[in-house]
């Protein structure tokens, strides 16, 4: 049984680690990757086969990304202890990806995107994020203002605009997710980035723009810009 077939058991050439170091990380599957952290696997499923169940039962990497701990803590294979490891290593990659991006200046939506959703776009509930940008809309910092439901957040204006005053700024984004993955904004989006940037305005701040990230699909966008559509003032 190829499943239950231990990694010790497999030839040298397959064994993941051995793979890795010999032909460096771009040469392991998904599956793989996955096994590494895992390291052992249970009676009659190796740490490779598990990590292939991982990704067929969650929709592969990105959809095992968003999947909350506790989920995974339940799979036969894992518990809480390997659930972390791979929330870890989904957190690093995130985390890395911000750092590349850390000077870029963020001068059009889809530079944005980019920014924010490594982060964003794993989250099964909306987060409001503001990114608070200096004279060459670079990035100073992101804090999150607001987490909400499914399908919803609540922001007050002045919590947006706190983070903005505090680091003595005057530009500055915000950016939520939509997490059932379509971008379009609603009707309550709408009137919160027309409130938003009136109280921007009266402090002498300005809203660059307002981002919802969605996920890319053959039916949205994989984001919308109020400030592409012309929708900020």
Known sequence: MKNGKLINDLPDGEKPREKMIRLGTGSLGDDELIAIFLRTGVPGENA???????????GGLPGLARTEIQILAKEHGLGPAKACQLAAAFELGNRLARRKLDLVELTSPE???????????????????????????????????SHGSSNQTVALIRDVLRPVLLNQSN??????NHPSGDSSPSRADDRFTKSLAEGAELLDLTLTDHVI??????NSQPYYSYAENGKLH
Request: hydrophobic share 45%.
């Open 111 to 145: 530079k944005i995107y980019h920014f924010m959703a490594p982060q964003m776009q794993s989250l099964r509930t909306e987060s409001l994020r503001v990114i608070v940008l200096d004279s060459r809309l670079r990035c100073l910092t992101v804090q999150e203002v």
């Open 171 to 176: 530009n500055f984004a915000v950016v939520h």
């Open 213 to 218: 990230v969605g996920r890319p699909s053959s």
């Open 48 to 58: 490779i086969a598990i990590g292939r169940r991982l990704l067929d039962n969650h």
